[in-house]
């Protein structure tokens, strides 16, 4: 077995699990480490199953676990964080790296230290002690950046986890996503909001307010079969989600327009199988009385497109709201997960019509 770390967007580490069980991947001895703004998920796989964590979405980084639970020291026995097993585990984790990122022999590494709360050792003299047993143990590697090898020191609740990271930034952010704009989810974030889908292949998918296709782009790469629409009112993240459709090779029918509008998606009413967004936050609509006109403006026109058993995912800041919106038009909705973003609270919330399949649920 190996013993592999996922790291995650804070609040993210449970969904990473989910996911984990929905794309039958076996794991074992599964535990989540809190790191600052971020979660650390450790889980124990086949060694022949390292390769199919690399198709997992939510995920931000993957490590081979080279050493956990070390009890941290202080610094006049920083030794401890390297005992004679670092040098073969080590070893053992580099054929995963160099396979995976298509890399020959490595001669240059880095460490990189993380942590949950300041401790009483720093950061500094732990990635020394490391960089000093590594340039000891390995006469022809070299401390530079950037590196080939990159191990990382994850610091919580006073024990250490070291891990030898087997992604590069690309796993992270896509290579699809040059084209940003402010507010636009991260990819494994968005990730995270399918998976409360429960996303399947051939379904026609709607996010009436786009930005820049993220959540659009997140489905299609993993369904291509899904007939795929988007509409933001914003020309220019129109263009820019076309330029990121374009490099992800996903399919997508954009329209410009109000998406709360009774003219837009004409002739789509009782097609949709799944109208996903990313609803405002309240920073363009401030007042708690414009959010809630717009809510329920929007699950109104919304409802209609949806085919029987069609449902709604939508991501917001203010559930209490949807809830609210909801009950009044017809609908049940049921919070899923909870999630940070861009320093926001927010939640996952499934919307369904009256005795679809949500209702069902419960």
């Not at 708690?288 to 995912?313: C, E, F, S, T």
Request: hydrophobic content about 40%.
């Amino acid at each position: 077995m190996q013993r592999v770390a996922l790291l995650t967007a804070e609040d993210v580490g449970e969904i990473a699990l989910d996911e984990l069980t929905q794309r039958k991947i076996s794991f074992a001895r599964p535990s989540i480490i809190r790191i600052r703004n971020q979660d650390l998920v450790v889980v124990s796989v086949e060694r022949k199953a390292v390769a199919s964590l690399f198709g997992l979405r939510v995920i931000e980084d993957i490590f081979a676990v080279l050493e956990e639970g070390v009890s941290l020291p202080d610094e006049h026995k920083l030794h401890r964080l390297t005992p004679r097993t670092l040098r073969e585990r080590t070893l053992e984790a580099l054929p995963l790296s160099r396979r995976q990122r298509g890399k020959k022999a490595s001669t240059t590494f880095w460490v990189f230290v993380k942590q949950d709360e300041d401790h009483a050792v720093w950061r500094r003299s732990i990635a020394e002690q490391l960089v000093g047993f590594y340039s000891g143990t390995f006469a022809r590697w070299t401390a530079r950046e950037p590196a080939e090898v990159e191990v990382w020191a994850f610091l919580s609740e006073g024990r250490a986890l070291l891990g030898l990271r087997l992604t590069d930034v690309t796993f992270r952010q896509r290579r699809y996503k040059r084209d940003e704009r402010p507010g636009s989810l991260r990819p494994t974030l968005a990730a995270a909001v399918l998976l409360a889908a429960q996303p399947g292949d051939e379904e026609v998918v709607l996010d009436p307010m786009c930005g820049v296709g993220t959540l659009l782009l997140e489905y299609g790469i993993a369904h291509p079969d899904a007939r795929l629409i988007g509409c933001d009112r914003d020309r220019h993240a129109l263009a820019l989600a076309e330029a990121n459709a374009e490099r992800a090779g996903v399919t997508v029918s954009f329209q410009h327009g109000d998406a709360t509008t009774a003219e837009m998606f004409s002739g789509l009413e009782g097609e949709v199988s799944l109208v996903v967004c990313n609803l405002p936050f309240g920073k363009q609509f401030g007042a708690h009385q414009d959010l809630m006109v717009l809510y329920r403006r929007a699950l109104q026109r919304w409802r209609g497109l949806l085919k029987p058993g069609g449902r709604m995912v939508l991501l917001t800041s203010r559930p209490n709201l949807i809830h609210q919106v909801a009950g009044r038009s017809g609908l049940v909705a049921r919070d899923k997960y909870s999630i940070m973003v861009q320093g926001i609270r927010a939640r996952v919330v499934t919307v369904a019509p009256t005795g679809g399949s949500e209702a069902d649920e419960g």
